[in-house]
Every structure is written in structure tokens, then in C-alpha cells.
């Protein structure tokens, strides 16, 4: 691997290609779920009387199998 990225760059000044960087550490976390999943509210983050409140996510959240 340490290798390729050396031949890549030189190939991408070669054809005078334009080299983009961008960070992929959140890429799972911006998608959006495919299926209905509920979660509740983890602890400490509840509200008096809100504890069995059930939210729908919209979006990917860490710990979901589906984030990766």
C-alpha cells in the first residue's frame, strides 16, 4: 500500500489530474438507514416522565449494524 500511493500521485501529475483530499471517518454516519430502526433515549439524556420514549431514526448512529 505504501508503495501505490506514490505511482498514484506521479500518474495524477502525469495527466495533470486534479488530487482531492476528504476525510471518510463520518461517511457511514451521514447516510440515511434503509429500515425503520427505534432506539431509546440513552441514559442520562432523559427527561422526567420521558423515560420509555422511543425515537425513529432518520439517520445512522454509531452502534448500529447497519453503520457498517
Known sequence: MAKSI???LAKAAWYDYEI???D???AFLNGFVGEEIFK???EGFTSVG???K???LQRSIYDLKQAS
Open 6 to 8: 506514490p505511482i498514484l
Open 20 to 22: 482531492l483530499q476528504m
Open 24 to 26: 471518510v471517518k463520518m
Open 40 to 42: 431509546y433515549q440513552p
Open 50 to 52: 420521558e423515560e420509555q
Open 54 to 56: 422511543v425515537y425513529r
